[in-house]
């Protein structure tokens, strides 16, 4: 009884992480978003911080760094306007149950920040500028 049990459980972590992965695009996927965004001569592609990051040309033919999300594919890029401030962002992570927010810093395009996520676990984020959604979270 419990080999079966242990079987179901390891099963269980191993299919949730799969969905986990299946859910973050791959490098192909974010250069053909970027790609569709009209941006080209795409470099150094790697994921870092819980984003996508990478060098690119936009349509304007201007070189720029570029974060992106992981999920959706969205991209930001370095040269990028807030529309949220500093208050709002941390307004926005309360409510998404983080705690001990600070660090908050706008830079490259998006809002970095650490905090404990709603787990009590200390984390980096990574913030939509203008929505204020969590974009991206690694580990501190």
Do not use: C
């Amino acid at each position: 009884m419990k080999k079966i049990a242990a079987l179901s459980l390891a099963l269980t972590v191993f299919a949730s992480g799969a969905v986990m992965a299946q859910e973050a695009l791959t490098e192909h996927e974010v250069r053909e978003a970027l790609a569709e965004q009209g941006y080209t001569k795409v470099n150094d592609v790697k994921f870092s911080d819980g984003v996508w990051l990478a060098d690119a040309r936009s349509a304007d033919g201007n070189r720029m760094e570029v974060r992106i999300d992981p999920k959706t594919g969205k991209v930001y890029p370095n040269t990028g306007v807030a529309q949220l401030n500093e208050k709002d962002v941390r307004a926005q992570l309360a409510a998404a149950g983080y705690t001990n927010v600070h660090d908050v810093d706008y830079e490259d395009g998006i809002w970095n920040a650490e905090a404990d996520d709603p787990e009590g676990k200390d984390v980096e984020l990574k913030i939509d500028p203008n929505t204020g959604k969590v974009i991206g979270k690694e580990k501190d």
